[in-house]
């Protein structure tokens, strides 16, 4: 049965090329019984555990089951943090104490009300399991409550960006301690949450089978608006064909996430469909490795930089869904004007370094994600501008644990690497202590610089925006890294799903908050 579905998507893909772009899209009639159908281009990968999870796609479901004290609001390119579960709070001036007041009339899933206790009870939590999002509470000294609805976070060090890690996606959520309790097991209700969930959201979790099917019910209790779906079903479907396929016959509400350029170009020109390009802080970035060949002088990273055209990329890669970098974070983290990336595309020194070269030294290796078709064009573009001006650079695809294992190890890594890359959160200094550190959790390439360093301790402590764009012109300087283009979240909608615009988060790719979908 597989194999005649998948038949039919490409024979139906084959025909929309021939034919004209719209000519394979059904007209689709709003839902009567309040389902909403999505899908999984790929699988999550690990169950929607809040503490664990730390990819993209799964955002859908651990934003949608659970809730943190704070938030960002929707609907917008800024980022600004609003009330969640708590409704007001305070930073100390130094950034070491936060007093927040909680909601009253909030409930997990599992009927607890949720009080102070469950904050104290799930950073806990967080630093017990240890996962890639604990280091957000890893500075955390203490956390005190007085009575059920006023608490008190107290820091180890100063941290202007802790109240953004409170809102961020991947920031602490709140789960219940009744059934973290009551569940704990042996590896702190890890197990007990690949089928459940412990959260507060509009949505609880009604399936979870990894690699196939995972499906939500809307939560009676949920202290916001009724939500108008009152269930979702999320299949995995593995094959873009056929999610296209199931989206052009009317079968699913919406495509969030990874559609191809090709695709993009497909739904720009059909005006039945509804196309959004929506903010985010995501960007494809182009590392360099200085530990290989002739990557290792700097003034080399910067010619290679140099002579990549990213118009011509923008063009043909990322019409209607990104922009042209210009600064060395991703948009909308910083003022304009600050962090400038001041690379102006110049094909000559790179052409004339390749004059220089003996034979042997001038074979490059540009690498890209696997799951990338994009970064794949890409890198073929990047190769054919090389060659033009004698640099022969061949292109290479390695899986996406391949290139979070060089994080550790960097043998086998290539010269170059174009790969998607978005911060955990708004503030700048999430975004450069990953990417920018020795040590960074994004620091594919292994990449340095002692002046960068030297300004991390007083970036996390004040915040400061001329700090954060000291370190982002730096880091250009270096010619490790280079912010190609500002991607775009970029969805298709059946013409009757309303809201998605504004249950969009700017930090939050690839997903919707579902409460705030409708039919119209």
């Known amino acids: 049965m597989k194999l005649r579905i998948l038949g039919a998507a490409a024979l139906l893909l084959a025909a929309s090329a021939c034919g004209s772009s719209g000519s394979s899209v059904a007209k689709s009639t709003a839902p009567t019984d309040h389902v909403l159908h999505l899908s999984f281009l790929q699988d999550p990968g690990q169950p929607p555990d809040p503490d664990v999870y730390y990819s993209g796609q799964g955002l859908l479901l651990t934003t949608n089951l659970y809730e943190g004290l704070l938030q960002y609001v929707p609907g917008t390119a800024t980022p ?41 009870s799930s950073f806990d939590r967080r630093a017990a399991v240890n996962q890639g999002p604990a280091y957000m509470v890893a500075d955390v000294a203490s956390v005190t409550t ?53 959260g507060t959201g509009a949505y609880t979790l009604t399936d979870a089978k990894v690699g196939s099917h995972y499906a939500m019910k809307a939560f009676d209790k949920w202290w916001g608006p009724k939500p108008y779906f009152t269930s979702v079903d999320i299949p995995v479907q593995t094959d873009a064909s056929t999610q296209q396929l199931l989206f052009n016959k009317g ?87 600050l962090a400038p990336q001041n690379i102006v595309h110049d094909p000559a020194p790179l052409q004339k370094l390749a004059a220089s070269l003996p034979a042997s030294q001038k074979t490059i290796t540009i690498g890209y994600d696997s799951v990338s078709p994009d970064n794949q064009t890409v890198a073929n573009l990047m190769s054919a501008q090389y060659a033009a001006l004698g640099i022969t650079a061949k292109v290479q695809s390695y899986p996406t644990a391949t290139i979070f294992g060089w994080i550790t190890d960097p043998k086998g890594a290539p010269d170059m690497l174009v790969t998607l890359g978005w911060p955990d959160a708004a503030q700048p200094y999430t975004w450069s202590h990953i990417s920018f550190a020795p040590d960074g959790g994004l620091n594919y390439l292994h990449c340095s610089d002692p002046q960068i360093t030297s300004l991390f301790a007083s970036d996390k402590q004040t915040g400061s925006p001329d700090i954060s764009s000291k370190i982002g012109e730096l880091s250009v300087a270096t010619g490790c890294w280079y912010n190609l283009v500002n991607q775009q979240d970029f969805m298709v909608a059946q013409p009757w799903l309303k809201g998605v615009q504004g249950a969009h988060v700017v930090t939050q790719p690839n997903t919707l908050t579902i409460a705030g979908l409708s039919v119209g």
């Open 251 to 337: 079968q699913l509400a919406a495509i969030l996430h990874d559609l191809t350029a090709s695709a993009v170009k497909q739904y720009l020109g059909t005006p039945s469909i509804k196309t959004y390009p929506l903010p985010t802080l995501m960007s494809d970035y182009l590392y360099l490795n200085p530990n290989n060949g002739i990557l290792k002088s700097q003034a080399t990273r910067v010619a290679l930089q140099q002579a990549v055209d990213i118009d011509q990329i923008q063009k043909q890669v990322f019409t209607g869904r990104a922009t042209k970098g210009v600064q060395a974070y991703p948009e909308h983290m910083m003022a304009a004007g």
């Open 80 to 120: 600004k943090i609003e009330a969640s579960l708590a409704e007001t709070w305070k930073a100390s001036p130094d950034n070491t104490t936060f007093t927040l007041t909680l909601r009253k009339g909030v409930f997990f899933h599992d009927g607890t009300p949720f009080t102070s206790a469950a904050v104290k």
């Open 146 to 198: 007085q009575g059920d609805y006023d608490v008190t976070i107290k820091l180890k060090t100063p941290d202007a960006a802790f109240l953004d890690y409170l809102a961020a996606p991947y920031g602490p959520k709140m789960m219940s301690p009744t059934a973290m309790a009551a569940n704990a097991g042996k590896d702190h209700g890890q197990t007990y949450l690949q089928t459940h969930d412990a």
